[in-house]
């Protein structure tokens, strides 16, 4: 199609903690540990949040949602991609498509692609054939292979005129 495309990147880490599930994507998985964060340590939703400002070219997440400011402590994530979407949309963009990767050992995600995946579509505004998700094990090695850490990678491509 016709128009101006960009793309932007996303990366996130949050340290494991008490608990015993993880926000990914906008799905309460089951983990057997929680994850450290000011909101809900959506680790997924971070990153595409970031891919999305990235591709609109308006900062990062937190020049937008302040973990110092009051009004975001224990916001659920979907809240900052909303906000993200919006102010791409704002400028005229709208996305194009979301791939992102989720890198932790553990729990094995396959079973849960297809929620996260459409979690994203939905909090995102797109058709779930427009987003995919990939999950990495870090072979046993660093803070997320040894389950000290989640991290997550997005990028998204959004399109104007
Ligand atoms: O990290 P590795 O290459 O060994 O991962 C192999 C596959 O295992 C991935 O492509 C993914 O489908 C799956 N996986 C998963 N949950 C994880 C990590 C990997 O389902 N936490
Ligand atoms: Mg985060």
Redo the contacts with the bound molecule.
Sequence with gaps: MPGEYRTGLGW???RTGAGDSIWLGGVRIPAGYGLV?H?D???LL??ITDAVLGAAAMGD?GMHFPDTDPKWKSAT?DRFLRHAVELARGQGFELVNVDCTAVLERPKLKDHRDAIRNSIAAIAGLAPDRVNVKFKTAENVGAVGEGRSVEAQATVTVRRG
């Design positions: 996130d880490v949050h964060g909101s340590a959506d680790v971070h990153a997440i994530s």
